[in-house]
């Protein structure tokens, strides 16, 4: 019986002892949350309005409230907090909580991915992959997704290797390698004559009437054009030249992989840093990167 009493005792000690650690813990719970809350209302940070949009939508500490998530993810948004922008692009694409949008979608996602949020890279180039919400795109696909692969993303470069995979399958059955496009990447067997557009960007010096002559080769079967590297670097350079961005981050592309001209470090590295002190986003990464162009 002294033994049965004894255990009884120390049983009681120990519920005693552990009672107002067991009691804290909601209290602890309710604090973290309030904070979170102060935070997140007096917009001293993203992360905490992201946090709290976060339980919202999840229903963690609080119960499952679509439209409080939306309006806190919203907020960290709009402090162009990358992980809200992805979050909401993400609901807008797959309608929960809203109604699906795909320019939101796409609005916040891009912003994300800008950013360099791999996350938000990766979604970009399978939505530019599939066509899903935005014009089917494999090279703007492929862009996103060797951005998202250079920050370590494997679905990214699982995705790319697909890509080079079914490019290369599709290229050798729809084309005859001769030894001028063998050497320059180029599918054109012959330049398009001069059209309307060209004279006006060399007759007028139109950066942007050049930047989109060059978009035209690189992509093909616009107004007829067959794809041609070659020239689609020919129209990147004279735009590039003038100071146009973009042409600089696709003239940079072109030279880091050997696409209608020899492939160059420095004159890739050359004409990323010229993009990327524009606030080129893309070109900005690519120069970082570029030791491995």
């Not at 979050?87 to 109604?99: A, H, I, M």
């Not at 059209?195 to 992509?219: I, M, N, P, S």
């Not at 041609?228 to 992989?257: I, N, V």
Request: charge should be positive.
């Amino acid at each position: 019986m002294r033994h049965i009493a004894t255990m009884q005792l120390i049983i009681s000690t120990l519920l005693i002892l552990l009672l107002p650690a067991v009691t804290l813990q909601p209290a602890l719970a309710d604090d973290g949350l309030q904070a979170l809350r102060q935070a997140a209302e007096a917009d001293q940070s993203a992360k905490a309005q992201y946090q709290l949009g976060l339980r919202y939508l999840q229903g963690k500490g609080v119960n499952r409230d679509s439209r409080s998530a939306v309006m806190w993810l919203q907020r960290a948004a709009e402090q162009n907090y990358a992980p809200a922008q992805y979050q909401l692009g993400e609901l807008y694409r797959t309608g929960e909580g809203v109604e699906i949008d795909a320019a939101a979608a796409i609005e916040y996602l891009t912003s994300a991915a800008e950013q360099g949020y791999p996350t938000a890279q990766y979604r970009l180039g399978t939505l530019y992959l599939t066509g899903n919400m935005v014009d089917k795109d494999l090279l703007t696909a492929t862009e996103w997704m060797e951005l998202a692969a250079e920050h370590g993303y494997t679905e990214a470069s699982q995705a790319l290797s697909e890509l080079d995979k079914a490019t290369s399958a599709t290229t050798s059955a729809t084309t005859t390698p001769s030894p001028t496009t063998a050497s320059e990447n180029d599918t054109s067997k012959a330049a398009a004559p001069l059209l309307a557009g060209d004279k006006r960007a060399v007759e007028q010096g139109d950066a942007e009437a050049q930047f989109q002559r060059g978009e035209a080769y690189r992509k093909g079967n616009k107004d007829g054009i067959s794809r041609s590297y070659k020239e689609a670097a020919k129209w990147y350079k004279l735009a590039a030249e003038q100071g146009h961005a973009e042409a600089q981050y696709q003239l940079g592309e072109l030279y880091s992989k050997g696409r209608g001209v020899k492939k160059n470090k420095r004159l890739a590295r050359k004409w990323y840093k010229a993009a990327a002190k524009q606030g080129h986003v893309k070109a900005k990464y690519r120069q970082r990167g570029c030791e491995f162009c």
